[in-house]
C-alpha cells in the first residue's frame, strides 16, 4: 500500500494501491455503509460513475475503485488547457451525471468534487467521478458549486472565456441561493448549443442532454485520430520501392520456370545449377535497383522519423532518418564523414555527426547537467528523451505529453518525471500495462526514486536511466539516498552498458 494521497481525516482516508495489473484508489471510511447504495453501484454500470468493490475491515470500510488507465483531471489541467466549448461539455456531464444518479436513489452530496479524484479520458474529455456510498458528516468530499467556481477561475484568462458574459452568468448560476443541478445543466447546454436548447434541456431528460454530449466527444476523437493517423509518420503507404522488388521477384520467378530445364540439365548437380542461378537473380536485381535510385525514381530515406520536437530544440535529420539535437551527445553509428568529403571510392573514414568536431570538449564548459533515458529498445522512430521540466509527462497521445512514444501498449499519459533536488523521479500514472524498474513494477501514483544506470521500461519501451545533476540536492538529511545520481553520471553509454558492449 502506498501512502497518503489525501488528508488523513477521522471519517475519510484516501490512498492508492496497486496489483500485477491495476491501479485503486482507496477510501477508507468509517462511516456506516448505506447497504442499498452499495449494491446499487456493485450490481450496477452507471455512466461516468466509476465502480467500486467494497471491503469490509475491522476497523473501517475500504472503497475500492478501479482507475487503471485513467488520468485526474488535476495532473491533466496542468498541462493542458480547457477551451470554452470543453469546459462546457465536462461541466455538463457531471451534472447530468449526477443528476442521473437520483433514478438510482444515490444522493449528490456523496459524489467526490475534487479535481484530483475526477477522472478524465484525455483523448475524448469524458469525466469519471467517484461515488461514497456511504453516511459522511464531513465536507472532504467538496461541492458542485465549488468544483465548477475552481475551474472557472483557472480559465478565465482564456481568450475564449472572455467572450461574452459566459463567466459572469456560471458564477451568478452556482452561487445562486437557488441553485439546482438541473439549472447548471440548463445554463451549460445553453451556452453550448444555443438559446433555444436551454427550453429543451428544460423538458428533457438528464441522459439525453448527457448522451448527446458524449456523442459528439467521441465523434470528435474519431476524427482527431483519423487526422493524426494520417499525418503519424509511423503510418506509410506502400513504398514504390517495395512494388518494384515484389514486381521484379514475379518476373524472376517467371524466368527462371519457364527454364527450368536447361537449368537442370546443365551441369550434374541441379541443386548447385539453381543455386547460382539464385546468386546472379540477386546480382540483377540490386544492380537494377541501384540504377532506379540513381535515376531517382524512388528514395531509400526514411523521412517519417524527420519530425521536429518543439519542446527540445531543432533536430538535423539524418541518411539514416533519425534526429539529432547538436547539443546532447548520443551513441549512435557516425553517418557524414569527418572532412565533409566523399572520394567517390567507398574508402572507409572516420565519421561523425553534424555539429561535432574532432577535438573533445571539457565537460565543465558544456553546463548542461539534467537527465536522459538512454533508448535501448530501438522502436521505429523512438529516441533518447531528455528531461527538461521539473514536471514531464510521458505517453502516447500527441498534444498532451512532453514526449510522445509511439506504441499502442503505452498509455495515453503513461508516467510522470519529477525533478526535485538534483534527482529524479517517476510516477505512474494509472497506466494498463506498468512502469517497471530493473524488471519490478512499481505502483501508481507513488514517486520512486531513479538511480543512475536503472533499466526503466514503460510497457514495452525500455531505457537506461542516465543523469548529470544540475546542483546538489539541498537537503540530503531529509533523503539519504538524494545524491546517488551523481555517482556514474556523464552523458553517454553509463558503464553498465559499455560494461556489457
Same mark, same amino acid.
Given at each position: 500500500m502506498s501512502g497518503i494521497a489525501?488528508?488523513?481525516?477521522? *471519517?475519510?482516508?484516501?490512498?492508492?494501491?496497486?496489483?500485477?495489473? !491495476?491501479?485503486?484508489?482507496?477510501?477508507?471510511?468509517?462511516?456506516?455503509?448505506?447497504?442499498?447504495?452499495?449494491?446499487?453501484?456493485?450490481?450496477n454500470d452507471i455512466d461516468h460513475i466509476i465502480p467500486v468493490e467494497i471491503i469490509k475491515r475491522e476497523d473501517a470500510n475500504y472503497f475500492h475503485y478501479n482507475i487503471t488507465s485513467q488520468i485526474p483531471l488535476s495532473v491533466y489541467l496542468k498541462r493542458n488547457k480547457l477551451n470554452r466549448e470543453a @469546459?462546457?461539455?465536462?461541466?455538463? =456531464?457531471? +451534472?447530468?451525471c449526477m443528476n442521473n444518479a437520483v433514478g438510482y436513489l444515490l444522493y449528490p452530496s456523496n459524489f467526490l468534487m475534487k479535481? *484530483?479524484?475526477?477522472?478524465i479520458d484525455p483523448a475524448t474529455q469524458d469525466a469519471k467521478v467517484v461515488y461514497i456510498p456511504a453516511e459522511l458528516r464531513c465536507e472532504d468530499v467538496g461541492t458542485l458549486q465549488t468544483l465548477v467556481s475552481e475551474l472557472l477561475m483557472q480559465h478565465i484568462n482564456e481568450e475564449e472565456f472572455c467572450n461574452g458574459n459566459l463567466v459572469q452568468r456560471i458564477l451568478a448560476e452556482v452561487k445562486s441561493e437557488a441553485f439546482s443541478i438541473r439549472g447548471l445543466m440548463a445554463l451549460a447546454n445553453e451556452l453550448l448549443y444555443g438559446q433555444e436548447s436551454r427550453e429543451t434541456a428544460g423538458l428533457s431528460p438528464g441522459p439525453e442532454i448527457c448522451a448527446k454530449t458524449l456523442e459528439e466527444n467521441r465523434e470528435k476523437c474519431k476524427m482527431e485520430e483519423k487526422k493524426e493517423a494520417e499525418e503519424n509518420p509511423g503510418t506509410k503507404k506502400l513504398s514504390p520501392a517495395v512494388a518494384i522488388a515484389v514486381l521484379l521477384q514475379f518476373v524472376m520467378g517467371g524466368a527462371i520456370y519457364l527454364c527450368r530445364g536447361i537449368i537442370a540439365g546443365t551441369g550434374k548437380d541441379a541443386a548447385v545449377n539453381y543455386a547460382a542461378v539464385a546468386l546472379i537473380v540477386l546480382a540483377i536485381e540490386v544492380l537494377i535497383f541501384r540504377k532506379l535510385q540513381a535515376m531517382q525514381l524512388f528514395s531509400v530515406r526514411d523521412e517519417g522519423n524527420a519530425r521536429k520536437d518543439t519542446d527540445?530544440?531543432?533536430?538535423?535529420?539524418?541518411? +539514416?532518418?533519425?534526429? @539529432?539535437? $547538436?547539443?546532447?551527445?548520443?551513441?549512435?553509428?557516425?553517418?557524414?564523414?569527418?572532412?565533409?568529403?566523399?572520394?567517390?571510392?567507398?574508402? $572507409?573514414?572516420?565519421?561523425?555527426? $553534424?555539429?561535432?568536431?574532432?577535438?573533445?570538449?571539457?565537460? *565543465?564548459?558544456? =553546463?548542461e547537467?539534467? @537527465?536522459?533515458?538512454?533508448?535501448?529498445?530501438?522502436?521505429?522512430?523512438?529516441?533518447?528523451?531528455?528531461?527538461?521540466?521539473?514536471? @514531464?509527462?510521458?505517453?502516447?497521445?500527441?498534444?498532451h505529453v512532453d514526449h510522445v512514444l509511439y506504441s499502442n501498449a503505452v498509455g495515453k499519459l503513461h508516467a510522470m518525471f519529477i525533478r526535485r533536488n538534483g534527482c529524479c523521479y517517476v510516477k505512474d500514472l494509472n497506466s494498463l500495462n506498468g512502469t517497471y524498474i530493473n524488471g519490478k513494477r512499481i505502483e501508481s501514483n507513488k514517486e520512486i526514486l531513479l538511480r543512475n544506470n536503472d533499466r526503466l521500461r514503460l510497457a514495452n519501451c525500455e531505457f537506461i536511466f542516465n543523469c548529470v545533476p544540475e546542483q546538489?540536492?539541498? !537537503? $540530503?538529511?531529509?533523503d539519504k539516498e538524494a545524491g546517488i545520481c551523481t555517482e556514474e553520471g556523464l552523458y553517454g553509454i553509463p558503464g553498465r552498458l559499455a560494461g556489457q558492449l
Amino acid at each position: 500500500m502506498s501512502g497518503i494521497a489525501g488528508e488523513a481525516v477521522k *471519517e475519510l482516508e484516501f490512498m492508492y494501491e496497486s496489483d500485477a495489473a !491495476s491501479s485503486f484508489l482507496v477510501i477508507r471510511c468509517a462511516g456506516r455503509i448505506i447497504q442499498y447504495q452499495a449494491g446499487m453501484l456493485e450490481s450496477n454500470d452507471i455512466d461516468h460513475i466509476i465502480p467500486v468493490e467494497i471491503i469490509k475491515r475491522e476497523d473501517a470500510n475500504y472503497f475500492h475503485y478501479n482507475i487503471t488507465s485513467q488520468i485526474p483531471l488535476s495532473v491533466y489541467l496542468k498541462r493542458n488547457k480547457l477551451n470554452r466549448e470543453a @469546459f462546457l461539455r465536462l461541466i455538463l =456531464n457531471i +451534472a447530468a451525471c449526477m443528476n442521473n444518479a437520483v433514478g438510482y436513489l444515490l444522493y449528490p452530496s456523496n459524489f467526490l468534487m475534487k479535481q *484530483e479524484f475526477i477522472y478524465i479520458d484525455p483523448a475524448t474529455q469524458d469525466a469519471k467521478v467517484v461515488y461514497i456510498p456511504a453516511e459522511l458528516r464531513c465536507e472532504d468530499v467538496g461541492t458542485l458549486q465549488t468544483l465548477v467556481s475552481e475551474l472557472l477561475m483557472q480559465h478565465i484568462n482564456e481568450e475564449e472565456f472572455c467572450n461574452g458574459n459566459l463567466v459572469q452568468r456560471i458564477l451568478a448560476e452556482v452561487k445562486s441561493e437557488a441553485f439546482s443541478i438541473r439549472g447548471l445543466m440548463a445554463l451549460a447546454n445553453e451556452l453550448l448549443y444555443g438559446q433555444e436548447s436551454r427550453e429543451t434541456a428544460g423538458l428533457s431528460p438528464g441522459p439525453e442532454i448527457c448522451a448527446k454530449t458524449l456523442e459528439e466527444n467521441r465523434e470528435k476523437c474519431k476524427m482527431e485520430e483519423k487526422k493524426e493517423a494520417e499525418e503519424n509518420p509511423g503510418t506509410k503507404k506502400l513504398s514504390p520501392a517495395v512494388a518494384i522488388a515484389v514486381l521484379l521477384q514475379f518476373v524472376m520467378g517467371g524466368a527462371i520456370y519457364l527454364c527450368r530445364g536447361i537449368i537442370a540439365g546443365t551441369g550434374k548437380d541441379a541443386a548447385v545449377n539453381y543455386a547460382a542461378v539464385a546468386l546472379i537473380v540477386l546480382a540483377i536485381e540490386v544492380l537494377i535497383f541501384r540504377k532506379l535510385q540513381a535515376m531517382q525514381l524512388f528514395s531509400v530515406r526514411d523521412e517519417g522519423n524527420a519530425r521536429k520536437d518543439t519542446d527540445s530544440g531543432t533536430f538535423a535529420v539524418l541518411d +539514416a532518418g533519425t534526429m @539529432f539535437k $547538436p547539443d546532447i551527445l548520443k551513441h549512435e553509428p557516425c553517418l557524414i564523414p569527418a572532412d565533409g568529403k566523399d572520394d567517390g571510392e567507398g574508402t $572507409p573514414k572516420q565519421l561523425i555527426k $553534424p555539429g561535432f568536431s574532432q577535438k573533445t570538449e571539457t565537460l *565543465e564548459m558544456r =553546463n548542461e547537467g539534467g @537527465f536522459v533515458l538512454l533508448n535501448v529498445s530501438r522502436h521505429t522512430g523512438e529516441k533518447d528523451i531528455v528531461i527538461d521540466r521539473d514536471e @514531464f509527462i510521458v505517453g502516447r497521445l500527441a498534444g498532451h505529453v512532453d514526449h510522445v512514444l509511439y506504441s499502442n501498449a503505452v498509455g495515453k499519459l503513461h508516467a510522470m518525471f519529477i525533478r526535485r533536488n538534483g534527482c529524479c523521479y517517476v510516477k505512474d500514472l494509472n497506466s494498463l500495462n506498468g512502469t517497471y524498474i530493473n524488471g519490478k513494477r512499481i505502483e501508481s501514483n507513488k514517486e520512486i526514486l531513479l538511480r543512475n544506470n536503472d533499466r526503466l521500461r514503460l510497457a514495452n519501451c525500455e531505457f537506461i536511466f542516465n543523469c548529470v545533476p544540475e546542483q546538489k540536492p539541498d !537537503s $540530503p538529511e531529509k533523503d539519504k539516498e538524494a545524491g546517488i545520481c551523481t555517482e556514474e553520471g556523464l552523458y553517454g553509454i553509463p558503464g553498465r552498458l559499455a560494461g556489457q558492449l
